[in-house]
Nanobody
Framework: QVQLVESGGGLVQAGGSLRLSCEAS????????MAWFRQAPGKEREFVAA????????YYADSVKGRFTISRGNAKNTVYLQMNSLTPEDTAVYYC???????????????WGQGTQVTVSS
């Protein structure tokens, strides 16, 4: 069983930055692709960004391209989401997700974290 634990959420003013972290419990997690999703109040959960097992292939939603950066830690069991130029529209609960199939990861990941709240004030 894989457990994902997010951290780094909080309250920030528009134009500010936050860095989210997600640590996976499994020792062999390096083979998993990882992603971030978010869910705003009253909206469906949406894909934000993903990275493959090696960290070499990155994917982003159009709404965050150029502002957010996903990356993996050296130990490969940690993924980060650097969020810059935040706007109130980025306010949501952000979830870390993982799967050993990057295609399935973007639609129905096998593993989810508990989520961390990001609130951007205007």
């Amino acid at each position: 069983q894989v457990q994902l634990v997010e951290s780094g959420g909080g309250l920030v003013q528009a134009g500010g930055s936050l860095r989210l972290s997600c640590e996976a419990s499994a020792r062999t997690f390096g083979i998993y692709a990882m992603a971030w999703f978010r869910q705003a109040p009253g909206k469906e959960r949406e894909f934000v960004a993903a990275v493959n097992w090696s960290g070499g292939d990155l994917y982003y939603a159009d709404s965050v391209k150029g502002r957010f950066t996903i990356s993996r830690g050296n130990a490969k069991n940690t993924v980060y989401l650097q969020m810059n130029s935040l706007t109130p529209e980025d306010t949501a609960v952000y979830y870390c997700a993982a799967d050993n199939n990057i295609i399935r990861l973007r639609s129905s990941p096998g593993y989810w974290g508990q989520g961390t709240q990001v609130t951007v004030s205007s």
